[in-house]
């Protein structure tokens, strides 16, 4: 299983991205696929995650309003649309997929079985 995403690069302030994480080796119809982020010396933190068979949405607290995840399950693809950035939103962003979401504290949570490499994202002037 195989999990590739792309996407990332240079932006400014305000401006926007779309990343894409595309599937292979296995179908995630049946799961969830998301979104984390990394910034040197902290933890990955959880961004965005989407069932894939209802389209149903988690969102972090940080980017919720701002970014949109969706999916094309015939594409076994998963979207991060990144609107109005800013520089703290500068990150590695990692694509995951895993069998459910959960709810703890106020939070959603991507537990994941599968990691995709990093992209990078920096939101620069």
């Known amino acids: 299983v195989q999990l590739q995403a792309s996407g990332g690069g240079l932006v400014q302030p305000g401006g926007s991205l779309r990343l894409s994480c595309a599937a292979s080796g296995r179908s995630f119809s049946s799961s969830h696929m998301g979104w984390f982020r990394q910034t040197p010396g902290k933890e990955r933190e959880y961004v965005a995650a989407i069932r894939m068979s209802a389209g149903i949405t988690y969102y972090a607290d940080s980017v919720k309003g701002r970014y949109t995840v969706s999916r094309d399950n015939a594409e076994n693809t998963v979207y991060l649309q990144m609107n109005s950035l800013k520089p703290e939103d500068t990150a590695v962003y990692y694509c995951?997929?895993?069998?459910?979401?959960?709810?703890?504290?106020?939070?959603?949570?991507?537990?994941?079985?599968?990691w995709g490499q990093g992209t990078q994202v920096t939101v620069s002037s």
């Open positions: 995951a997929a895993g069998e459910d979401v959960t709810y703890s504290g106020g939070y959603y949570y991507l537990p994941a079985d599968y």
